[in-house]
């Protein structure tokens, strides 16, 4: 991202009355290799990126456990992402940026206990939580996953992520359409509705655009 880059962008976001939600600076902060440190000095030079942006906030994910090198534990990766928020969190708080973190149901930080356990640990206010809806459901976890969302971390989630998923016979991921995705929008959005923030950006992930019309179509039934 260069300077010209971002005046650019910040150009374009005013002549179309438009925000940067979340810049997504999806890096391996629970790695467990020698690329860890190099990954948390990728974020944070992205940090004032974000800061020039107005952007919500930067957002990563927390490092797929088929990544890690045989025999890491998650609870290994939760404290190795730990280390690598206390490397990020006190520049974020400097600039005045949020960082939001991505739950995701295979990751290390696979759940809303879970991020729950990161977000007391790190104790910033600059730490938040990105709500991918689909992220959070697998073939067998479908129970209680939006009530312990509302109940253990609602009040900290900064941005919405809205995809299609599904899963294969054996159980494997597969990507949809929202119209074919089996996850529970409607619980999601029932959940969203109780929190206390008074709005909250939604964002299309893996949006094709020939299907545009079809995608607003769907996401406006929950609006």
């Known amino acids: 991202m260069t300077d010209a880059l971002v005046a650019e962008t910040v150009a374009a976001e005013k002549a179309h009355h438009i925000q940067v939600a979340v810049l997504g600076t999806y890096v391996e902060l629970a790695i467990n290799d020698e690329s860890r440190l190099c990954n948390v000095a990728d974020f944070k ?109 609602g009040d900290q989630i900064v941005a919405v992520h809205f995809k299609g998923q599904a899963f294969a016979p054996d159980g494997s991921l597969l990507h949809t359409s929202l119209e074919e995705s089996r996850t529970d929008y409607a619980g999601a959005f029932a959940m969203l509705r109780q929190l206390p923030q008074p709005a909250l950006p939604v964002l299309r992930e893996e949006a094709v655009p020939a299907r545009a019309a079809s995608d607003i179509a769907f996401m406006k039934g929950f609006f």
């Open 45 to 153: 030079s992205q940090l004032a990126v974000c800061k020039a942006l107005g952007a919500g906030c930067i957002g990563t994910e927390t490092t797929a456990m088929s990544k890690q090198p045989a025999g890491t534990t998650r609870a290994q990766a939760q404290e190795l992402l730990c280390r690598s928020l206390a490397e990020i969190l006190p520049a974020a708080e400097t600039l005045g940026v949020t960082v939001g973190i991505e739950p995701v149901t295979y990751h290390s930080m696979n759940s809303a206990a879970a991020t729950r356990h990161i977000l007391d640990t790190m104790r910033s206010p600059n730490l938040k939580v990105i709500f991918d809806m689909s992220n959070l459901v697998s073939a067998g976890n479908v129970d209680r996953i939006w009530y312990d969302m509302g109940t253990l971390l």
